[in-house]
């Protein structure tokens, strides 16, 4: 892809989305629009927000356990 389509295809998003931005601000369409996707998104994040912390506690649980198995096999070969 050549630099010109890339300036090309980033003013092109860039006109988009401030279309999107204009519409979803600026008319009562988008603000009645905004309104009722306000509380699914709100609903998402906070559903993003408990995965998360579900992956940073079965990572936890993984590093305890790979640490245990670290320890059991290392007190296994001196003996």
């Known amino acids: 892809m050549t630099d010109r389509t890339k ?3 980033a003013a092109v998003a860039g006109a988009l989305g401030g279309a999107v931005a204009g519409y979803l601000f600026l008319t009562r369409d ?3 629009l905004r309104d009722q996707l306000g509380p699914g ?3 998402m994040i906070g559903r993003l927000q408990d995965l998360q912390t ?5 990572r936890g649980v993984a590093d305890q356990s790979w640490s ?4 059991i096999t290392r007190e296994s070969g001196r003996a």
Not at 54 to 58: L, T
Not at 68 to 71: F, G, I, Q, T
């Open 68 to 71: 245990a198995l670290r320890d």
């Open 41 to 43: 998104l709100e609903d």
């Open 7 to 9: 300036i090309m295809l």
């Open 54 to 58: 579900s992956v940073q506690h079965a």
């Open 30 to 32: 988008g603000r009645e």
